[in-house]
């Protein structure tokens, strides 16, 4: 089958590559894939940069698809039903995080796309626990964004909670931050968003999905337009979705004390800036989050379901498999929204 290799560590180093299928044997799944999502961490494998990735390794971890084998001991899901699937492959079973369902947090789980085979190619395997059947009304192009939403539920609905009336501000109008920008608006929160101006197009969509205010930092002050929807109090909750150091410290003085700031996006390095005084006198709580859980796919296939969340408008580009170097180029060009193959 036609696959999408990263071959070794560096700079590219991927090439569209001739291997053999996988198997659906013992407790695993055989997908025919049908979209694949090219994400962050697809880009930063290709540019040299995500160190967890193992080579050789076929990427791809958001992905849709239609089963065409199963194993003898998989019981819940059969050949033809279209399916998506959580990134965890193999975990350790006997952990605490693990007796707890908190994969993400396993020390030796290993990841599709990344420790094992993914899904930029034509057929993908997973274990059945990690498989979820679609209901009708989910296309198999909205399914492909089920990771990304399962991540950021994951970040709004059980590292912290939301509720009706919150003041909230997001950084970042890129995938995951409108992601989470409709998250947080389907529990009746109040969500402003914050860009740059190469985000005008980003944050131009973010309104037609129904965010409350958007805003370009470099043309207006963030803080006036936080404290005038806030009384001057500051946001209840904050979720950095762009990996930036300078919206970190923007944002740490905007959360009203006592307030909350998550972590989503990831930095490019490991030590940064902080700003820890406004952490300490506001007494905020400053989260981390890490990819998502078993739970977060339940909810964020429950949101796709009552149709909670616009895929439609954050697909703008879809590739055949043969030409993913266009689609990984189009995304690093920064000129669209959500880049999808199709396999």
């Not at 994400?39 to 995500?50: A, N, P, Q, S």
């Not at 501000?169 to 409709?182: A, K, N, R, S, V």
């Not at 990831?266 to 990819?291: C, P, V, W």
Request: proline share 3%; net charge negative; glycine share 8%.
């Amino acid at each position: 089958m036609k696959a999408v290799v990263k071959a070794e560590s560096g700079y590219d180093n991927m090439s569209l590559v001739e291997i053999p299928e996988p198997e659906g044997t013992g407790d695993l799944v055989k997908i025919k894939v049908a979209y694949t999502g090219i994400c962050g961490t697809d880009i930063h494998t290709f540019t040299g940069e995500y160190r967890n990735s193992k080579t050789p390794v076929v990427l791809g971890h958001e992905f849709s698809g239609v089963v065409v084998e199963v194993g003898d001991t998989v019981k819940n899901v059969k050949v033809g039903d279209r399916v998506t699937s959580e990134t965890t492959f193999t975990t350790c079973g006997v952990c605490e995080y693990c007796l707890e369902k908190d994969y993400n947090l396993c020390f030796t789980r290993k990841g599709i796309g990344t420790q094992v085979n993914g899904s930029m190619s034509e057929y993908v395997v997973s274990r059945e626990e990690s498989v979820h059947v679609l209901s009708e009304n989910i296309s198999l192009e909205a399914a492909a964004l089920t990771e990304p939403l399962a991540c950021c539920v994951h970040a709004a609905f059980e590292k912290t909670t939301i509720i009706k009336g919150d003041k909230v501000l997001i950084f970042g109008p890129g995938p995951i931050g409108l992601l989470q920008c409709q998250v947080v608006k389907s529990q009746g929160a109040f969500v402003i968003l914050a860009g740059i101006t190469k985000d005008k197009q980003r944050l131009e969509l973010a309104k037609s999905l129904g965010i409350d205010v958007i805003v370009d930092v470099q043309e207006e002050s963030l803080e006036e337009v936080v404290m005038k929807h806030t009384d001057g109090y500051g946001v209840d909750k904050v979720f950095e979705c762009s990996g930036a150091v300078p919206a970190l410290n923007q944002g740490l003085p905007l959360v009203r004390k006592k307030g909350t700031f998550v972590q989503v996006g990831i930095f490019a390095n490991k030590m940064n800036q902080l700003d820890q005084e406004s952490i300490i006198q506001r007494e905020l709580k400053y989260l981390g989050t890490r990819s998502q859980k078993p739970s977060s796919w339940h909810i964020a296939l429950h949101l796709l379901e009552e149709e909670k969340i616009d895929t439609d408008k954050m697909i703008t580009k879809i590739v055949p498999l043969e030409d993913w170097r266009e689609g990984f180029e189009a995304v690093m060009a920064g000129n669209q929204i959500k880049v999808i193959i199709a396999s």
